[in-house]
């Protein structure tokens, strides 16, 4: 066998997944010495991962990141094949014969269990379900939520959950023009939430959300943020944050504003409460209360403090309840998984197996390190892996298969229907053209039938 890399015979990689981190990744192996021709696989018929699925429609300008991986894409090359699942219809040993290197970027698809009783009663969710919903991703677009409650309780205090609070809180007004997905702006519009709390287990300088989530909260037109003055009364420790770190001292000034808030003609309340941690869900046949545990901050260190209970308790009344304490990576087979951390483990990228590197697995991105970081934080991370894959391509064994078409004839006897970059821009184009048509930047397509369709 020749020499990989050249253009004769150039690198053989599959990358699995279409969101940020597989095009952060993407983009150095395209552009260096050693010839590489990439096939990135999506599962769903559309690219771009969380960005597509996750981000909320109310932050369009966020999306627009989407222009970076259409040029990345455009490449020499690049391809596309889309409605591809690993694991489901090429399993990874099939990959191994057809690729000299896999890299992974499958995302954190699934969600953490608080692992609480009546965690699974109606009327509790999962941040991922409500976010997927509104989104109308695929997996999640015949989910009902009952939103007649007066009151929901989102656990957690990162961004996710400042999405998910105020996607509850915004009138149909303020989302009429996004590209939320018809059947969300609907049941939001006949929502009666009028209360909302958010809850951190630990202290307001601990929260997660960064500043202009918590800033946006202000300015909503039907809700007013409340938080009590003793919220935001911080311990020493919590103090030395403070003076410290830029993002909690900003975010703690924007709280004491809320304090005393007057919401006029406002009908929609938030309350921010912390130290507070969930015990109970309670209620017959579905979510009537939850029950929260009281804690006290524990440690000396700055930026290391742990929610202790203290033992006391208070119940809160509420019909909705949206768990958002993270996601979590779900495991492929023929790949080494971490359960605990819902990660394929990894030595800056490579991927191992009881601590040895396995040759010609990779991972970037939320299935690397764990579902933490914005769209920017993967850009670094992927370099990082795909520096390391140069590094190895001249040790690398080369696949079996060469013929970039295999796959395709494979894929085409199993009878797959792949999608490739130009059936995405047919999608996109008419998801446009269905949004114009109703005042929205787009109007997705929530079924993978309704996306093969397009395609004839
Ligand atoms: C609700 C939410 C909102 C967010 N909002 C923002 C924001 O406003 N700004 C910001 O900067 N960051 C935001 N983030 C963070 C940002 O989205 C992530 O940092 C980023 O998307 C992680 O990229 P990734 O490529 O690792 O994973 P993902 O974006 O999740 O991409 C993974 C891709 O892999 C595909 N896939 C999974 N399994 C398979 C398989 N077996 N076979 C084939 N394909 C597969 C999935 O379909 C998906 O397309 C948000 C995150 C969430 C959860
Ligand atoms: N607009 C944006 O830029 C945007 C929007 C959405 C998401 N994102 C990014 O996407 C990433 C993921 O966001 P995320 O909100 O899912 O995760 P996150 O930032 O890690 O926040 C998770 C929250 O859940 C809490 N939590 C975890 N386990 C808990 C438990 N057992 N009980 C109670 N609370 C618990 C955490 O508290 P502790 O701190 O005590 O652990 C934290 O408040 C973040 O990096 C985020 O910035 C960015």
New binding site residues.
């Given amino acids: 066998m020749a020499q990989l890399g050249t253009p004769e015979h150039p690198l053989r990689v599959a990358i699995v997944g279409s969101g940020p981190s597989g095009f952060y990744a993407a983009d150095p192996l395209l552009k260096s010495e050693i010839a590489c021709a990439i096939d990135m696989y999506d599962r769903l018929p559309t690219p771009f991962g969380l960005v597509r699925g996750g981000v909320a429609p109310d932050?369009p300008k966020i999306r627009t990141v989407t222009k970076v991986y259409e040029k990345i894409a455009e490449k020499e090359g690049f391809r596309f094949l889309g409605n591809v699942m690993i694991g489901r219809d090429l399993s990874v040993a099939e990959l191994r014969q057809h690729y000299d290197m896999i890299l992974f970027s499958c995302g954190a698809e699934t969600d953490?269990r608080?692992g609480v009783p009546g965690e699974d009663l109606p009327g509790s969710h999962t941040a991922t379900s409500f976010v997927g919903w509104y989104n109308g991703h695929p997996d999640y677009r015949n989910l009902d939520f009952d939103l007649s409650a007066d009151t929901a309780v989102i656990?957690?205090?990162?961004?996710?959950?400042m999405?998910v609070a105020r996607i509850l809180a915004k009138t149909p007004d303020e989302l009429k023009e996004t590209d939320i997905a018809q059947h969300a702006l609907d049941a939001l519009a006949a929502s009666r939430v009028k209360t909302i709390y958010v809850v951190?287990?630990?202290g307001a300088a601990?929260?997660?959300f960064?500043t202009p989530?918590i800033k946006e909260m202000g300015e909503l037109h039907d809700c007013v943020p409340a938080i009590a003055p003793e919220e935001l009364e911080l311990d020493a420790v919590s103090q030395q944050e403070e003076t410290e770190e830029r993002n909690v001292a900003r975010n703690m000034e924007i709280m004491r504003g809320y304090v005393g808030r007057d919401g006029g003609e406002k009908s929609r309340r938030m309350h921010f409460r912390f130290l507070l941690?969930?015990k109970e869900l309670r209620g017959s046949g579905r979510v009537e209360s939850i029950v929260l545990e009281k804690n006290r901050l524990e440690g000396d260190a700055p930026f290391q403090l742990k929610?202790r209970s203290t033992g006391a308790c208070e119940e809160i009344p509420c019909g909705l309840v949206f768990r958002?304490?993270?996601?979590k990576g779900i495991e492929i087979p023929g790949v080494p998984f971490d359960a605990q951390r819902g990660v394929f483990p990894n030595v800056a990228g490579r991927i191992t197996e009881n601590g040895t590197v396995v040759p010609g697995l990779y991972a970037a991105g939320w299935i690397k390190r764990g579902?933490?970081?914005?769209i920017g934080t993967n850009k670094p991370d992927s370099l990082e892996t795909a520096k390391n894959m140069l590094e190895d391509a001249a040790m690398i064994a080369p696949c079996a298969e060469r013929d970039p078409l295999a796959i395709d004839r494979l894929l085409a006897g199993r009878g797959v229907r792949v999608v490739d970059l130009a059936g995405w821009n047919k999608i996109d184009a008419a998801e446009i053209a269905r949004g114009q048509a109703v005042g929205k930047p787009r109007e997705r397509f929530t079924s993978i039938a309704e996306m093969l369709a397009v395609l004839g």
């Fill in positions: 932050h953490r608080l656990i957690g205090v990162g961004n996710v959950a999405d951190g287990r630990r601990q929260a997660a960064t989530e941690s969930p929610a958002s304490i993270g996601y579902p933490s970081g914005i």
